[in-house]
């Protein structure tokens, strides 16, 4: 409900200030319409003198030009300084990143990149909403890959850590960061795709065509200034309606890359402002986006038959220009040379959009940080199979109850009531170890760890369009992780009542199978289940904990915290009392599992 209202108040804001720049530039203009009205009249009816009055306008004019571009200035720095804190979560179009985001993730990351089934089960949208505070498309884009593609390279996360604790401590820089990066803004239209589609600069005929009309178009104009007679002067009109034709005819063809063509130019401009940041912090970062910057100019010239699509003028010199363009079919030309452009520089341009995504991902993170009440710097080693977590937090829950839990080559088996804590702890350890290796910042008091591959299987679900059952679905998911425990990163996997989709006897037996299997492998796991007779038949590869649920009066209640050992307190019979099931049930159902337990407890 908060975030609601912190969106909708953000919405109004944002309207309100568009408002009062509509309202001063219309107030301004009438105000200079009425001097030069003024002295034109008071010129022709009183003194010529007056007429000097109209020249009046032109320093008013450079003044309120001043005045808005300050008052501009203003009110980004007040929206960079609200929205960096904002508590809204804004709303994602996850589609788009989730295509964007492979262009930009490094390519060596993508063996250790989260699948769709652990991304929803730790309900990354959500994390990644609230994470997100960037001003760009491309640094939307730059965190997503950040949370889809964790790395396992220690001096990569470490170098990530390091400029984020720059932008988070020096507010003059970070501002000056951002607000080069709102000039270039968010579009939903960039993608990287329309860039590098060469279906069109492929074809020759196209090419070489308007070559020819273009060449006999200046021969007749060539031909009208030797020989002015009618047949050359026919000749040039009917030449420039052809090529007027084409040219629009062209330009239609072209318009869908128009978007991306225009974002780019912006993004180029934008890095060669970013260049100009003098801070030793950033003086690396900062030189390689001034030589990428550099580089790509030339692509920013070219994009001009782009540019007059967007800022059409009516404008004499502007309509000369456009015919002259359209004659000599020069936006064909200038497309097939931009075209070459981005194919020659593909590596730069790409290294340049990242940098400037990264960079804005930076900021976001830091804003996160400043936002969160408890976080940490991972330590991240390569010490074997290690995981140290201590006062580790939910990042999505506001009153999350803090657990620690230490594992070193050894698994975790937690065991618990209903409602006890057990998935919502097995998600937080996911996270938490996801957010180390992809924004270096854990929402917990200390978090020591190797890199892992992040799995889970918490939330599986049938599939009727495949006619696949929960227990088939579940079998499939723990043969993919089965599978990836043969690769060359360690594996850390969060499990929630494994095979649970089938009965009792098979589950336990499959499970207690394919645990004490994965325990001998590459991998830490975390399982949690109801059925503590798998506890007692695992080997000592795995540590046994459990949430403890007391009850007091006719309610049980836990505390959500973590306990080492097996001490289990049956209260799902004590839930239907609690809901008003008829007390026989609930009688019967306690003397029924009693009978149950000391079967099998004969048969051990």
């Not at 009208?224 to 629009?248: C, D, G």
């Not at 696949?468 to 998911?477: G, T, V």
């Amino acid at each position: 409900m908060q975030s609601t209202l912190d969106r909708m108040k953000f919405v109004v804001s944002r309207h309100l200030a568009g408002m009062r720049i509509v309202a001063s530039s219309f107030l301004g203009n009438s105000l200079m319409l009425l001097l030069a009205g003024t002295s034109i009249y008071l010129g022709a009816s009183v003194n010529p003198a007056f007429y000097w009055g109209c020249l009046a306008v032109i320093p008013l004019q450079w003044a309120l030009s001043v005045h808005r571009r300050k008052r501009a200035a203003k009110a980004r720095q007040l929206q960079i300084r609200t929205q960096w804190l904002s508590r809204c979560d804004p709303e994602e179009d996850f589609e788009w990143l989730e295509v964007e985001h492979e262009h930009l993730c490094d390519a060596a990351e993508v063996d250790c990149r989260v699948d769709g089934q652990t991304w929803n089960d730790l309900e990354m949208d959500r994390v990644f909403s609230r994470i997100d505070r960037t001003w760009t498309s491309l640094g939307e884009v730059s965190l997503y890959a950040f949370l889809r593609t964790p790395v396992s390279h220690l001096e990569q996360i470490r170098e990530r850590i390091r400029l984020v604790d720059v932008l988070q401590s020096d507010a003059e820089l970070r501002e000056a960061v951002q607000k080069r990066l709102a000039r270039l803004g968010k579009t939903r239209r960039f993608r990287l795709n329309d860039l590098e589609d060469n279906r069109l600069s492929a074809n020759t005929f196209i090419r070489n065509a308007c070559r020819v009309l273009a060449g006999l178009s200046a021969l007749s104009l060539a031909l009208v200034a030797l020989f002015p007679v009618k047949e050359a002067l026919l000749a040039v009109i009917v030449l420039f309606s052809l090529n007027m034709i084409v040219a629009a005819w062209f330009r239609w063809l072209v318009y869908w890359q128009a978007n991306a063509f225009l974002y780019l130019t912006a993004a180029i401009s934008c890095g060669k402002s970013l260049g100009g940041i003098e801070h030793e912090s950033l003086r690396l970062y900062v030189e390689e986006l001034t030589e990428l910057s550099n580089k790509t100019r030339a692509i920013c010239r070219k994009s001009r038959l782009f540019e007059q699509e967007r800022n059409a003028s009516a404008e004499l010199p502007a309509l000369m220009l456009g015919y002259a363009r359209a004659l000599f079919l020069l936006d064909v030309s200038d497309y097939f040379r931009l075209a070459e452009l981005v194919q020659t520089h593909k590596t730069s341009i790409r290294r340049l959009l990242k940098m400037i995504g990264d960079l804005d991902a930076f900021q976001a993170i830091a804003s996160y940080r400043k936002r969160f009440p408890v976080y940490c710097e991972p330590v991240l080693v390569d010490d074997g199979l290690v995981l140290e977590c201590e006062d580790c937090r939910h990042p999505l829950l506001d009153d999350a109850v803090p657990n620690s839990i230490s594992l070193r080559a050894t698994n975790a088996f937690v065991t618990g009531s209903n409602a006890s804590g057990k998935s919502t702890f097995l998600r937080t350890i996911a996270l938490n170890a996801l957010l180390a290796q992809s924004i270096g910042t854990v929402p917990a008091a200390s978090y020591r760890a190797c890199c892992f591959r992040i799995l889970t299987s918490i939330s599986i679900f049938d599939d009727l369009s495949e006619s696949k059952s929960l227990y088939r679905a579940e079998a499939e998911r723990m043969l993919e992780i089965i599978q990836a425990t043969e690769g060359p990163h360690p594996i850390l996997c969060s499990m929630d009542e494994p095979f649970k989709g089938t009965n009792s006897p098979e589950r336990i037996g499959a499970t207690i199978a394919t645990l004490n299997h994965l325990g001998g492998k590459n991998i830490l796991l975390l399982v949690a289940s109801h059925h503590v007779q798998i506890a007692l038949e695992l080997g000592p590869r795995y540590d046994v904990f459990h949430f403890p649920v007391s009850v007091d009066g006719e309610r049980s209640e836990s505390n959500y915290l973590l306990h080492r050992g097996l001490d289990y307190e049956f209260n799902a019979i004590e839930t239907l009392a609690e809901i008003g099931f008829p007390p026989a049930i609930v009688s019967s159902a306690k003397a029924e599992t009693a009978r149950v337990l000391g079967r099998e407890a004969a048969e051990k």
